[in-house]
T-cell receptor, first 115, second 115 residues
Framework: DGGITQSPKYLFRKEGQNVTLSCEQNLNHDAMYWYRQDPGQGLRLIYYSQIVNDFQKGDIAEGYSVSREKKESFPLTVTSAQKNPTAFYLC??????????????FGNGTRLTVT | AQSVTQLGSHVSVSEGALVLLRCNYSSSVPPYLFWYVQYPNQGLQLLLKYTSAATLVKGINGFEAEFKKSETSFHLTKPSAHMSDAAEYFCAVSDPGAGSYQLTFGKGTKLSVIP
């Protein structure tokens, strides 16, 4: 079955360490996204990519970095510069056909805890 | 800039009662509107989307939403709540007039269903 795989489901890190969250999709979607979810805050866009080797900052990109070397993969690195990294991170993709009305397909998320 | 307001961060209904989750949006042009559902520790799933074809949109699991331009609303309803409907619901807007196709999400409404 096609879908989006995020790994790991839970991740624990010490403050000051960089950590990379994995996101892989086999839906053949062009566009991929990273969102951060905090209780009561909804979803906030970190980065998105419409095509391989290109990505754009979202609303809260500071302290994060991404790469898009393959269509299927869009890893997110949470750097030590991110002041409050503990959160639930969601990866999503869309077909890109008519970007405005293409629904997003989501992975099951990675819960990152930094102490 | 587009924005989404969901009235009520938490809604409780009895099993079998009407479910009404409110969503109001602001947009410079007729937008595309979406409702997503999130079960605990999972990603979001698309419930339904409005793309101007019809003002009343039917989705999965018996949910529907009506687009009312005069009220800038897109409220989600279900005639009879089931225990399995307990989840968090997010309204989202995509505004072609904003020059960016990224979705803006509301802060979410957590639905509890009382037996």
């Amino acid at each position: 079955d096609g879908g989006i795989t995020q790994s790991p489901k839970y991740l624990f890190r010490k403050e000051g360490q960089n950590v990379t969250l994995s996101c892989e999709q086999n839906l053949n979607h062009d566009a991929m996204y990273w969102y951060r979810q905090d209780p009561g805050q909804g979803l906030r866009l970190i980065y998105y990519s419409q095509i391989v080797n290109d990505f754009q900052k979202g609303d809260i990109a500071e302290g994060y970095s991404v790469s898009r070397e393959k269509k299927e993969s869009f890893p997110l690195t949470v750097t030590s510069a991110q002041k409050n990294p503990t959160a639930f991170y969601l990866c999503a993709s869309s077909s890109g056909e008519g970007y405005y009305n293409s629904p997003l397909h989501f992975g099951n998320g990675t819960r990152l805890t930094v102490t | 800039a587009q924005s989404v307001t969901q009235l009520g961060s938490h809604v409780s209904v009895s099993e079998g009662a009407l479910v009404l989750l409110r969503c109001n949006y602001s947009s410079s042009v007729p937008p595309y509107l979406f409702w997503y559902v999130q079960y605990p520790n999972q990603g979001l799933q698309l419930l339904l989307k409005y793309t101007s074809a019809a003002t009343l949109v039917k989705g999965i699991n018996g949910f529907e939403a009506e687009f009312k331009k005069s009220e800038t609303s897109f409220h989600l309803t279900k005639p009879s709540a089931h225990m399995s409907d307990a989840a968090e619901y997010f309204c989202a807007v995509s505004d072609p007039g904003a020059g960016s196709y990224q979705l803006t999400f509301g802060k979410g409404t957590k639905l509890s269903v009382i037996p």
